[in-house]
């Protein structure tokens, strides 16, 4: 039984890099810190783990060409633009970090993150055990037997198959896709359908079983129920074509993801560990504690790891 934690990079590090800052020579450098932190914590907190994968985003032109406002608005505020601009000059700095670790890294042309997470997940042998790591929720839909979903950021913040439903409000992991079709994602300038929040989604999904299901019955003219009576304006107004185009932008369960085209297209990096040439990295950063603790780190690390 392979036991394997998928890290989300770009969701990890930017969590790290939001840290206390840190600064060697003028550069920023908590989000390469403190995503190795995270990283060491998260091995310990699964220690039977046999498996270490972390995933790196690429732009996904094929979602630009859906919605070619897709992700628009992030640096609409001059902060969050630095910010992420300080956090993009230390990627290099984790990729190298990991690869000295010995860590495979894994992305794929035209694909995020959470694209090959989900390819992965929903490709596993039955007997796989999956351990999502990202504080993206989006990654939320893949929960499932053998899948959880844990954010690093939260100590104990841990989702599993038997607690989905108390923890995210929805029955399973298709109605949560549905649900975050409706409501749209600012943070990737994803419009949501107006004016029905979660409590109409919350009734119908009570008395149509699903969104799709409410279209249908709309569509043959079947009365709604009294208790929708107050968002009667919105959903006679409900776009339905918004709709649809969030689900091919944010549906993670599609026949696509659930096909081996994302896994044919990998592309995997891994190094043997070089344990000095990590202490020398460190060193160069002033991340004296690591430096100091490398005979621990070597060995939390080295079952992920390919010999030379």
Known sequence: MRVKIIVDGNSVGYAAHNARELTQNGRQVQAIFFTLKMLKKVVEKFASANELVVLWDMPAKWRYEI????KGKR???????ASRK????QV???????????????IAKNEEADDIGAAI??????????????GDRDWLQLVGPNVVWYDPREEGKLIKHSTFEASTGCANTV?????????????????????????????????????????????????RPA??????????????????????????????????????????????????????????????????????????????????
């Not at 659930?258 to 990295?281: A, Y």
Request: charged share 30%; hydrophobic share 40%.
């Open 67 to 70: 919605h070619p406002e897709y």
């Open 75 to 81: 640096d609409d505020d001059p902060v969050k633009k």
């Open 86 to 89: 300080a956090y993009k000059e």
């Open 92 to 106: 290099p700095g984790i990729r190298k970090a990991l690869s000295l670790l010995g860590l495979t890294q894994i």
């Open 121 to 134: 997940a929903l490709n596993r042998e039955p007997d796989d055990v999956i351990i999502l790591v990202s």
């Open 175 to 223: 109605l949560f896709s549905q649900a975050k079709a409706v409501l749209g994602d600012s943070s990737d300038n994803i419009g949501g359908i107006g004016g029905v929040g979660e409590k109409c989604l919350e009734l119908l999904f009570e008395h149509y079983g699903s969104i799709p299901k409410f279209l249908k019955a709309e569509s043959e003219g079947v009365d």
């Open 227 to 308: 208790e929708l009576n107050r968002w009667r304006k919105k959903l006679d107004e409900f776009d339905v074509e918004l709709f649809k185009r969030n689900m091919q932008l944010m549906n993670l369960l599609s026949k696509r993801h659930r096909s081996t085209e994302i896994l044919d297209k990998l592309v995997r990096s891994q190094s043997p560990m070089d344990i000095e040439g990590f202490v020398d990295f460190c060193h160069e950063h002033a991340f004296i504690s690591i430096a100091r603790a490398a005979i621990e780190w070597e060995a939390t690390f080295k079952k992920f790891t390919i010999t030379r």
